[in-house]
């Protein structure tokens, strides 16, 4: 008798129970929106919205005057229908703010980080050298260009050093995040710098955390470092973050942003930002200028945060942005742990394996501009009263 057919997915429910009996089922959950200016509702510390400008209202209308004009869609590449007067004037804003020659939006952030390792990594004779706490964004670069990638200890120029210095004369390319994601610890640029300047190597830096918290009025880490517009550094950043918007960007010297636009596939082949995003990054951009003092206001409740959880006994990084990382004593935990604050009415993010590089599960806190003192005491509450045993939060110790 003929077996019976198998269905060519039976492998996935395998991994499925495999997932499960790890602790590690993810499920998308939709939210519902922000009630209110100061509290009612769920809060929201798990989005990037780190100043507050997603709900701003000209950043609304802009993203509305831009669709009413432009079409809701870009209707095409950037090189054929996809580029409107609209990117143009972002690109340009973004460029001078940064204190970039040039700039080039993507759709993303992560079609940036994949367009500017491909195309400025992606020989198969040049050296990558990354960071181990990089972004998935940054690794999937790595992977897609073809490039050797070494792959460094984390934050450790030293390690950087001896790597190029294994393969002198080799044309190589040091990526590292500004703000890693996980821990929200800084990268330490200036001696990254210093480090590929000596080997005459190239630094890609990814300040999707950075732009917009750090730096002169929110410009940036790599302008903190004094690296902003300097020949040899490039950076990449999100829309999405500080700027409430949609996509990506990548800047650096006007002849690195050409060779992009002839040679990355990511700008090439996909779809351009949409108006209404690039409208509103754009309008965006123009509060934080007017109102540099967001980005002090963000770094400040990301302090508040912090200061409030390792009081009552909590294991957190400490936030040179505005991430704020709480270790969990499991993933089952952590999961648990999230769930029970989105009950009490407080989103926070739910890190676990693979996306942590060190295996350790955590909740990931999210610093806004635009939060009240009393909701970060409040949210300090939340998290304090829902740890699960073992995560030391459980002490008498009162947070301010």
Same mark, same amino acid.
């Given at each position: 008798? %003929?077996?019976?057919?198998?269905?060519?997915?039976?492998?996935?429910?395998?991994?499925?129970?495999?997932?499960?009996?790890?602790?590690?089922?993810?499920?998308?959950?939709?939210?519902?929106?922000?009630?209110?200016?100061?509290?009612?509702?769920? *809060?929201?510390?798990?989005?990037?919205?780190?100043?507050?400008?997603?709900?701003?209202?000209?950043?609304?209308?802009?993203?509305?005057?831009?669709?009413?004009?432009?079409?809701?869609?870009?209707?095409?590449? &950037?090189?054929? !229908?996809?580029?409107?007067?609209?990117?143009?004037?972002?690109?340009?804003?973004?460029?001078?703010?940064?204190?970039?020659?040039?700039?080039?939006?993507?759709?993303?952030?992560?079609?940036?980080? *994949?367009?500017?390792?491909?195309?400025?990594?992606?020989?198969?004779?040049?050296?990558?050298?990354?960071?181990?706490?990089?972004?998935?964004?940054?690794?999937?670069?790595?992977?897609?260009?073809?490039?050797?990638?070494?792959?460094?200890?984390?934050?450790?120029?030293?390690?950087? &050093?001896?790597?190029? $210095?294994?393969?002198?004369?080799?044309?190589?390319?040091?990526?590292?995040?500004?703000?890693?994601?996980?821990?929200?610890?800084?990268?330490?640029?200036?001696?990254?710098?210093?480090? =590929?300047?000596?080997?005459?190597?190239?630094?890609?830096?990814?300040?999707?955390?950075? *732009?917009?918290?750090?730096?002169?009025?929110?410009?940036?880490?790599?302008?903190?470092?004094?690296?902003?517009?300097?020949?040899?550094?490039?950076?990449?950043?999100?829309?999405?973050?500080?700027?409430?918007?949609?996509?990506?960007?990548?800047?650096?010297?006007?002849?690195?942003?050409?060779?992009?636009?002839?040679?990355?596939?990511?700008?090439?082949?996909? +779809?351009?930002?949409?108006?209404?995003?690039?409208?509103? /990054?754009?309008?965006?951009?123009?509060?934080?200028?007017?109102?540099?003092?967001?980005?002090?206001?963000?770094?400040?409740?990301?302090?508040?945060?912090?200061?409030?959880?390792?009081?009552?006994?909590? +294991?957190?990084?400490?936030?040179?942005?505005?991430?704020?990382?709480?270790?969990?004593?499991?993933?089952? $935990?952590?999961?648990?742990?999230?769930?029970? =604050?989105?009950? /009490?009415?407080?989103?926070?993010?739910?890190?676990?394996?693979?996306?942590?590089?060190?295996?350790?599960?955590?909740?990931?806190?999210?610093?806004?501009?635009?939060?009240?003192?009393?909701?970060?005491?409040?949210?300090?509450? +939340?998290?304090?009263? !829902?740890?699960?045993?073992?995560?030391?939060?459980?002490?008498?110790?009162? %947070?301010?």
């Amino acid at each position: 008798m %003929p077996l019976a057919c198998q269905d060519a997915f039976d492998w996935i429910d395998e991994e499925a129970r495999r997932r499960e009996r790890a602790g590690l089922v993810r499920a998308l959950r939709p939210r519902e929106a922000e009630d209110g200016a100061d509290g009612a509702g769920s *809060l929201d510390l798990a989005g990037n919205d780190y100043l507050g400008l997603t709900r701003h209202p000209e950043v609304t209308a802009a993203a509305g005057a831009a669709a009413a004009r432009w079409g809701a869609g870009a209707t095409g590449s &950037r090189l054929v !229908t996809g580029t409107t007067a609209l990117h143009a004037e972002l690109e340009a804003a973004l460029a001078r703010f940064c204190g970039f020659e040039a700039a080039l939006v993507f759709s993303s952030g992560y079609a940036a980080n *994949l367009a500017a390792l491909t195309a400025l990594g992606g020989h198969r004779d040049a050296l990558v050298v990354s960071d181990a706490g990089n972004h998935a964004s940054i690794v999937d670069g790595c992977r897609l260009g073809r490039a050797e990638t070494a792959v460094v200890p984390h934050a450790d120029p030293e390690a950087v &050093r001896k790597t190029l $210095a294994a393969h002198p004369g080799r044309r190589s390319l040091v990526v590292t995040d500004s703000v890693f994601s996980v821990d929200g610890d800084a990268a330490p640029l200036g001696a990254l710098a210093a480090v =590929c300047r000596a080997a005459g190597a190239a630094l890609l830096v990814d300040d999707a955390h950075g *732009l917009g918290v750090l730096g002169d009025g929110g410009r940036g880490a790599v302008h903190a470092a004094g690296l902003a517009g300097a020949p040899g550094t490039v950076a990449t950043v999100t829309l999405s973050k500080s700027l409430g918007s949609q996509g990506g960007a990548v800047l650096g010297p006007a002849r690195v942003v050409e060779h992009l636009v002839n040679t990355a596939r990511t700008f090439i082949f996909d +779809t351009g930002l949409a108006p209404a995003a690039a409208g509103a /990054a754009l309008a965006a951009l123009g509060v934080l200028e007017r109102e540099p003092e967001r980005a002090a206001r963000a770094r400040e409740v990301a302090s508040a945060l912090y200061e409030g959880l390792t009081a009552a006994g909590l +294991t957190a990084a400490r936030p040179d942005a505005a991430v704020i990382s709480v270790r969990a004593p499991s993933p089952e $935990a952590a999961l648990r742990w999230a769930a029970d =604050c989105r009950a /009490a009415g407080l989103l926070v993010g739910c890190f676990r394996p693979p996306s942590v590089p060190d295996g350790v599960s955590r909740l990931r806190l999210t610093a806004r501009a635009d939060l009240s003192d009393r909701q970060v005491r409040a949210a300090v509450r +939340t998290v304090l009263a !829902t740890a699960p045993t073992g995560a030391a939060a459980r002490q008498e110790t009162t %947070p301010p």
